[in-house]
C-alpha cells in the first residue's frame, strides 16, 4: 500500500493493528517507502499510528532522506514536525534543505 499510496488501506490496516513499520517485499520499512515514494497522505496515516519518523533503511537512511532526495517537501516537513532528525541525514542533503539555517546540519 505505500508504494501505490492507498491511504483508505492503510487506516483500515492500521485500526486493526497493522505494525507502521511492516518492510515491503524489498526490505523498506513502510515510513520509507511512503516517503520515497512521495506519500505524504500515506506517511502521516503511519505517522500517526506510532510509525517512527527515524527508521532506518538497509543503508541507514531514514524517510527524511527519502523525503528530501525525492524534493517532495510535504513529506520532508511532516517528518520534521513529528521527529525527523536533519542530524541523521548526509551534510550535502540537509544543508541544500536547511539553507540558510545551517544549525539544523550537525
Known sequence: AAISG???????LMEYGA???VLNRDGQPAPVAAAAGRHADFLRVL???GADPNVLDREDRT???WAL?????ESAELLLARGGDPALLPVPL???FFEPKLSACR
Open 6 to 12: 492507498h491511504v483508505a488501506v492503510a487506516r483500515e
Open 19 to 21: 505494525d507502521p513499520a
Open 47 to 49: 505517522l500517526d499510528h
Open 63 to 65: 524517510a527524511l532522506f
Open 69 to 73: 532526495l525525492r524534493e517532495h517537501r
Open 94 to 96: 540537509c544543508t541544500w
